[in-house]
């Protein structure tokens, strides 16, 4: 079994940073990419970045690639693995519930991919 928790949502004013953190744990020798996603209000879910576990492949969605940045630690599989997605110059439209999810395949935005997925942080960018 593999388990993910999000951290780090909350309120932020326009223009302000935001960092939220993806902790993994169990069965992970398997799984390839940890990506995040983010489904704004009213709206479908959409790709945001995802990083490989071995190589550090990144991909990002072309919204927010100049403004945020994945990143990842060295721990072993064994441990508790986090991943970092670091959020600047956040916009209102950034605001959504953020979610990271596993995959066993290399970095890809479809989210059909992701075998497991948290339970979702809320960031809300508003003045």
């Known amino acids: 079994q593999i388990l993910l928790v999000e951290t780090g949502g909350g309120t932020v004013q326009p223009g302000g940073s935001q960092v939220l953190s993806c902790e993994t744990s169990?069965?992970?020798?398997?799984?390839?990419?940890i990506g995040w996603f983010r489904q704004p209000p009213g709206k479908e879910r959409e790709f945001v970045a995802a990083?490989?576990?071995?190589?550090?492949?990144?991909?990002?969605?072309?919204a927010v690639k100049d403004r945020f940045h994945i990143s990842k630690d060295d721990a072993p599989d064994t441990a508790v693995n986090t991943v970092w997605l670091q959020m600047h110059s956040l916009k209102p439209e950034d605001t959504a519930v953020y979610y990271c999810?596993?995959?066993?395949?290399?970095?890809?935005?479809?989210?059909?991919?992701?075998?497991?997925w948290g339970q979702g942080a809320q960031v809300t960018v508003s003045s």
């Open positions: 169990g069965h992970m020798s398997r799984i390839s990419t």
């Open positions: 990083i490989s576990r071995k190589e550090a492949i990144i991909k990002y969605a072309d």
């Open positions: 999810a596993a995959s066993f395949l290399p970095p890809t935005e479809s989210a059909d991919s992701y075998v497991t």
